[in-house]
T-cell receptor
Framework: QQQVKQSPQSLIVQKGGIPIINCAYENTAFDYFPWYQQFPGKGPALLIAIRPDVSEKKEGRFTISFNKSAKQFSLHIMDSQPGDSATYFCAAGNAGGTSYGKLTFGQGTILTVHP | NAGVTQTPKFQVLKTGQSMTLQCAQDMNHEYMSWYRQDPGMGLRLIHYSVGAGITDQGEVPNGYNVSRSTTEDFPLRLLSAAPSQTSVYFC????????????FGEGSWLTVV
């Protein structure tokens, strides 16, 4: 059962464009929503994360928007660059109980930014 | 500062063979986990550990075994390899609470023929 659904599977934009990746979750117990960036041949690396008590978080050119009532969150990349070409994963987790570090991941989005 | 180290990087196994994927971290992290990554499936949790001597199953544990005898090491054993276990495997660690950053190793590419 896929508890976090991510779309689109792939995305191509021109340099300077604003790619948007969307995720939807089902488990209302989730209270931590990170995004990971993965380059070919490497492991995923934390990009930015949000908690459900805020609707938006920005770090540099990366912004997470969060809609708790719709159980959706999205990643926006402002002024995208060819170096942003990577696979992006959304994830969700529950900080309570014994859920140490347990994350449920979306299916991933392959982003290509053309020069 | 090595972070999370996985070995081997690449491995080809025959169906029915067993092997161990090694994972070590030098950050004194309590929490360690193994994920597998398959096209269109994202990363799925296989097993995890919240400390030495404590392990538990994740989403897809069948066919895998783990142990955590030290804080640093968390090996993943494939008991009898099957073609369905062809995947990229990632070990990860974090300090403990979920909102701490989870660090991933660089992956182990496993092919079962």
């Amino acid at each position: 059962q896929q508890q976090v659904k991510q779309s689109p599977q792939s995305l191509i934009v021109q340099k300077g464009g604003i790619p948007i990746i969307n995720c939807a979750y089902e488990n209302t117990a989730f209270d931590y929503f990170p995004w990971y960036q993965q380059f070919p041949g490497k492991g995923p690396a934390l990009l930015i994360a949000i908690r459900p008590d805020v609707s938006e978080k920005k770090e540099g050119r990366f912004t997470i928007s969060f809609n708790k009532s719709a159980k959706q969150f999205s990643l926006h990349i402002m002024d995208s660059q060819p170096g942003d070409s990577a696979t992006y994963f959304c994830a969700a987790g529950n900080a309570g109980g014994t859920s140490y570090g347990k994350l449920t991941f979306g299916q991933g989005t392959i982003l290509t930014v053309h020069p | 500062n090595a972070g999370v180290t996985q070995t081997p990087k690449f491995q080809v196994l025959k169906t029915g063979q067993s092997m161990t994927l090694q994972c070590a971290q030098d950050m004194n992290h309590e929490y360690m986990s193994w994920y597998r990554q398959d096209p269109g499936m994202g990363l799925r949790l296989i097993h995890y550990s919240v400390g030495a001597g404590i392990t538990d199953q994740g989403e897809v544990p069948n066919g895998y075994n783990v142990s955590r005898s030290t804080t640093e090491d968390f090996p993943l054993r494939l008991l009898s390899a099957a073609p369905s276990q062809t995947s990229v495997y990632f070990c990860a660690s974090s300090k403990g609470r979920i909102r701490n950053t989870i660090y991933f190793g660089e992956g182990s590419w496993l092919t079962v023929v």
